[in-house]
């Protein structure tokens, strides 16, 4: 008989919403997202959107995690002949699932915004610095729910680039823009209860007067 331990399978997060049902609800909280239009299956590829090439599209789905990883996400389609070739592409390897096109979204300052549930002191929230630099720096602060603007102001104050949040080198960004969301957010998370997990917002672009969601993940709490 073996001695080998049996070893459990790791649970997997699972989304509770797809990317373009989390940035509906966020949009409702007054929380920015881009603008965009969701594409069915059987919709036909347009040559225009209410917004200008170039274009974001995703697939948009609750049984893909992570999308850059299953190249679901095609950033800067530059015109309706592209487009057509990666809507062909993506509907080939992702066959009934939903396309997400958006707009690509002026920069800003890239934060991260996060909240999960803790297993001692329950939902908490994350602001740090985001995108590309996020693992690399891991320059971050939590706090456990609730927060309000100036619990999350200390978040900032906490981080060592604190600076990119209050304009430096001349760049305009709107610290009181991210405080805002990440109160607004906070109170989603309170309301979900049992069922919420886990949620990212990476990157938020911080800009001269506003902060954009340009990608959003909402999982629960069990795998």
Known sequence: M??????????????????????????????????????????????????????????????????????????????????????????ERFAGELLLVEPVERPGVEAIVGFFRDPVFGPCAMVGVGGVYAELYQDVAFRRLPVDEAEVGAMLDELRARALFEGFRGRKVSREALVRLVVAVSRWV???????????????????HDAVVIDAKLMGQDG
């Open 190 to 208: 309170e309301e979900m209860g049992r069922e919420f997990g886990q949620m990212d917002l990476n990157p938020v672009f911080v800009r001269e």
């Open 2 to 91: 073996s001695t080998m331990a049996r070893v459990s399978p790791v649970p997997q997060p699972r989304l509770l919403m797809a990317e373009h049902e989390v940035k509906a609800a966020l949009r409702r909280l007054g929380v920015q997202v881009p603008p965009s239009v969701l594409l069915a299956p059987a919709d036909p590829v347009p040559s225009s959107f209410p917004f200008p090439f170039p274009v974001v599209v995703k697939v948009s789905s609750r049984a893909l995690l992570h999308k850059t990883e299953a190249r679901a996400v095609f950033v800067g389609v530059k015109d309706a002949s592209e487009l057509q070739a990666v809507a062909s592409d993506l509907r």
